[in-house]
């Protein structure tokens, strides 16, 4: 163990040249072009130093897409935890056939993206989708899921609140399972009502796995593409088009790679400051 | 009296007990109710899918839906497809990370935390925004629209969890067998090969099982790096059809069901071993 020191770095070798080749060097091509111009029709990428930037900061549209992506992410992170702690809280109790459930739970998460599109987009479908059905037979009237700007944004955080909830159930149930049950019990015998036990037990030993969980569903729910493009495509006149989507268009539909790096780095910097600092604090905590 | 004292609190009991049920019952049908109302129309024919009035289960199941995909559409290359870039994503994957991952279990590595933290850094990185210098970089190369282009970008999302679920597995090991292996002379590969792999096969198989339904669905990478339809993948492929001003429903509806099935199949085989794995540290974006 203490000779062959080098053998363990020998062994890490692959995994930092995988890092170093499929994320570093991705990155820094990303910031070094984020201050080149380079359009459809151009062969070698032109200097424009802080131009994009500057027409980004003035571009209403990117303003309008970065708030889309931190409404939608408040929205539907507000949404997965609040289920995903819900059904983690029911699923901790013990029932007949709890592991079957257990394993039944992760189905949404491991949907792809494009079936779960498809199969909501057929149950929401005005004319032929199931829930219309029952609509128009209780109201008279049928509702277009995704013609509103505001009706579709909140399709699309119920939809990410599906298919997303279970990494926040798995990951509070599992930290629920440490909770040694004499736990309960006394505070039981102490007369603490469920509603006490809660707040004062469960509450204390979920907080870091709580706000890890926060973090991480936050901003993976502020960079999501794949949901938004595929049910909105950007939404009903692009109220729906986050900031990838955005990126998206302006990187592959109007094929401006230069301004899509410029994207790339202004997204990605200030998320990444974030994380490191919340990690921080939630290191010092653990 | 005391049947009086009894009864209540039984019953007490009993509708505590409904309750339960009842909200598991909730949660199995908000679960399940999209995926198998998709599998239940799959099988319905066009008459029945789009009457005015739905059922859940039709008389005459017909699988043309599923006929005319196989048939007309190019499914069955987009298929093949992601089966390459799957599996090669899977080999690349797990190569990498089992290395790794024993390496952060059995050795003194400096900063051995950061380097585990750097893995849920990487996450903090949107696909989009990776994807428009990977994009760039695989022009240049020539490696844009080819497997191993994907591969390599499926690679990136897939090498940060299975390390740190792999670390997980072989932490669960015991450092006697090996001591007592290397005591007795034998050489540190062959003790890889030969102890550490099969007893750390649950945890390689639960890795190569997230890696694999990872590159299987990933929609992002493959719609920005495969562009042609001889080389895309199943997501995209499907996506074309379901995103159309005008669906044809039956196709896309036994499409949606074509393309989970590998994936179901897939994961009642390794059933047991997944939920432990994912609760501690895997992660997917």
Not at chain 1, 277 to 285: C, G, H, N, R, S
Not at chain 2, 126 to 155: D, K, R
Request: hydrophobic share 55%.
């Amino acid at each position: 163990m203490r000779s062959d020191r080098w053998l363990g770095y020998a062994l890490l070798l692959p995994y930092f040249v995988a890092l170093g080749g499929l994320f570093g060097y991705p990155m820094l091509y990303a910031f070094q072009h984020a201050f080149y111009a380079k359009g459809p029709f151009d062969v070698n990428p032109t200097y424009v130093g802080l131009d994009n930037f500057f027409y980004f900061f003035q571009s209403p549209a990117f303003w309008h897409s970065l708030r889309t992506s931190v409404v939608f992410a408040c929205g539907s992170v507000a949404l997965q935890m609040v289920i995903g702690t819900g059904i983690g809280l029911l699923l901790n109790q013990a029932f007949r056939g709890r592991s079957a459930v257990r394993g039944f739970l992760l189905f949404p998460y491991m949907v792809p993206i494009v079936v779960t599109a498809i199969a909501w987009k057929w149950l929401l479908d005005p004319r032929y989708g199931l829930f219309n059905y029952y609509v128009s037979v209780m109201a008279k009237e049928r509702i277009s899921f995704f013609s509103s700007p505001l009706l579709a944004m909140i399709t699309l955080m119920i939809i990410s609140g599906w298919q997303f909830f279970p990494f926040v159930t798995i990951n509070v149930l599992a930290r629920l399972q440490v909770i040694p049950t004499e736990v309960y019990e006394a505070a039981k015998v102490d007369g603490a009502s469920a509603f006490q036990r809660f707040i004062y037990i469960i509450i204390p030993y979920l907080k870091y796995v709580f706000f890890l969980v926060l973090l991480l569903r936050g901003i993976w729910m502020f960079n999501k593409f794949d949901i938004v493009w595929l049910l909105t495509g950007g939404g009903p006149a692009k109220a729906t088009r986050n900031l990838p989507v955005f990126t998206y268009e302006v990187a592959f539909k109007e094929f401006q790679l230069g301004k899509g790096s410029t994207l790339a780095v202004v997204t990605v910097i200030p998320l990444a400051l974030v994380s490191f600092f919340y990690i921080k604090y939630l290191l010092k905590e653990e | 009296m005391i049947d009086k004292i009894l009864s209540g609190y039984k019953l007490q009991q009993f509708l505590k007990g409904c309750r339960l049920y009842l909200s598991i019952a909730a949660v199995v049908v908000i679960i399940g109710l999209p995926l198998f109302w998709l599998a239940a129309c799959s099988v319905k024919p066009p008459n029945t899918l789009f009457s005015k009035i739905p059922t859940f289960l039709t008389q005459n199941p017909t699988f043309e839906h599923y006929a005319y995909v196989m048939k007309d559409t190019d499914f069955l290359v987009w298929f093949r497809n992601s089966f390459i870039v799957g599996i090669g994503s899977v080999a690349l994957t797990v190569s990498i990370a089992t290395l790794a991952g024993y390496s952060l279990t059995r050795f003194k590595i400096y900063k051995k935390n950061l380097i585990l933290y750097s893995a849920l850094v990487t996450y903090m990185v949107p696909q989009m925004m990776l994807g428009v210098p990977f994009f760039m970089i695989e022009s240049a190369y020539g490696l844009a629209n080819t497997y191993l282009g994907l591969i390599l970008a499926h690679t990136t999302i897939c090498l940060p969890f299975t390390v740190i679920l792999l670390r997980h597995f072989f932490r669960t090991i015991p450092i006697d067998i090996e001591e007592a292996a290397l005591v007795d002379g034998a050489g540190r590969g062959i003790i890889f090969y030969k102890i550490i792999l099969p007893l750390a096969r649950p945890g390689i198989i639960a890795a190569a099982t997230f890696s694999f339904a990872t590159s299987w669905n990933n929609y992002t990478y493959s719609l920005l790096l495969m562009k042609s339809t001889s080389k895309m993948t199943l997501p995209v492929g499907a996506a074309i059809w379901a995103t159309r001003d005008w669906i044809m429903w039956g196709k896309v509806i036994a499409m949606g069901v074509a393309i989970i099935i590998p994936i179901i199949v897939i994961f009642s085989f390794v059933q047991k071993h997944l939920i432990s794995g994912l609760a501690a540290g895997g992660v997917k974006g």
